[in-house]
């Protein structure tokens, strides 16, 4: 018979070790359990967390979809938004731009990396002042890069109402290969002239994997 949370000794509920003991102190699926509220006949709050971290692998739960998240009995509707509305909320916080200029690509790569998981292209484009620090960015495109999707005019539009003075350019590639394609470089270079005719320069395309990443400032593809 499945032990409810309130049949479990008091010290050993997430919210009261919560209270006792700090965050930090807490498993992932007590963390997930706070989040979730409660289980479902037969399967307590914490029972259910463990089932779906077991699944998701920790990690790549942040990259869940609603649908497969609903597909796990006793995740439904609200439970699948209140992890997602939080995983989205992680990723804006954790993921703010930098305040000090951006003067390697590594530095690009350590704040976006987490694009590595995603199954589908991200195309992003960041935009710079003159001291090279983040003024903002824009999420371009989701999907293979083509001109059709990834156009001038949506990277550079932002970047006049920003007042930026330059861009840098980055997007993941989901099959982990951290190398340029030819439709890569058709599309910086085209991008690169565009930004010349507007005087905003391209200052970089970093492409980024989970484990590691391609610049083409660094290949001497990009000339200053």
Avoid: C
């Avoid at 498993?27 to 307590?44: T, V």
């Avoid at 971290?53 to 942040?62: G, I, R, Y």
């Avoid at 998981?117 to 960041?126: C, G, L, M, N």
């Amino acid at each position: 018979m499945t032990m409810k949370i309130r049949e479990m000794e008091k010290i050993e509920r997430p919210r009261e070790k919560l209270r006792r003991y700090g965050m930090q102190k807490l498993s992932n699926a007590e963390l997930l359990a706070l989040i979730l509220g409660n289980g479902r006949k037969g399967e307590n709050v914490l029972q259910l967390s463990k089932k779906v971290l077991k699944q998701f692998k920790n990690v790549s739960l942040l990259n869940a979809s609603i649908s497969q998240l609903n597909n796990i009995n006793g995740i439904g509707w609200i439970k699948s938004a209140r992890l997602l509305a939080g995983f989205e909320l992680f990723r804006r916080i954790n993921f703010e731009p930098k305040t000090g200029p951006v003067d390697s690509p590594s530095i690009i790569w350590q704040q976006f990396k987490y694009l590595g998981r995603q199954k589908k292209e991200h195309f992003i484009a960041i935009y710079l002042d003159a001291r090279n620090v983040i003024l903002d960015q824009e999420l371009v495109s989701i999907g293979s890069l083509d001109m059709s999707v990834v156009h001038p005019r949506e990277v550079f539009e932002p970047a006049i109402r920003r007042l930026a003075a330059s861009v840098i350019l980055l997007h993941n590639h989901p099959s982990g290969e951290a190398t340029a394609s030819e439709a890569d470089l058709i599309i910086t270079k085209k991008l690169v002239e565009s930004g010349k005719i507007l005087g905003i320069e391209v200052l970089d395309h970093v492409i980024i994997t989970e484990e590691k990443y391609f610049s083409f400032k660094e290949e001497k593809l990009i000339n200053s």
